[in-house]
């Protein structure tokens, strides 16, 4: 069993910036690939960014230029930096990982991951 634990979300207005943490327990960090998915009220969830166990990334077209994943290993630590959010970037933000032997797999599809955090708010203003 991996637990997530989110952190950094908040609220911030327009055109400023947030930087989301997530990490993950146990002991093979390093065979997870990871993705931070986004819902807002009313929505779908939807995939925002994920990271292979390479550093092959995949960006939703709505975070292209504004937002980077990335992963530390170290500390078992995936983040997501948001800069020059917009009020559309509001939702509960969560990540997920799946573990895979495979090394520049990015999966794109919530079913592809087996273990999500519990959500972090992120409210942008106008």
């Known amino acids: 069993q991996v637990q997530l634990v989110e952190s950094g979300g908040g609220l911030v207005q327009a055109g400023g910036s947030l930087r989301l943490s997530c990490a993950a327990s146990g002991r093979t960090f390093m065979r997870y690939a990871m993705g931070w998915f986004r819902q807002a009220p009313g929505k779908e969830r939807e995939l925002v960014a994920a990271v292979a166990r390479t550093l092959s990334t995949y960006y939703a077209d709505s975070a292209k230029g504004r937002f980077t994943i990335s992963r530390d290993n170290a500390k078992n630590t995936v983040y997501l930096q948001m800069n020059s959010l917009k009020p559309e970037d509001t939702a509960v933000y969560y990540c997920?990982?799946?573990?895979?032997?495979?090394?520049?797999?990015?999966?794109?599809?919530?079913?592809?991951?087996?273990?999500w955090g519990q959500g972090t708010q992120v409210s942008v203003s106008s």
């Open positions: 997920a990982v799946v573990e895979t032997v495979r090394f520049t797999w990015v999966p794109k599809s919530s079913s592809e991951y087996d273990y």
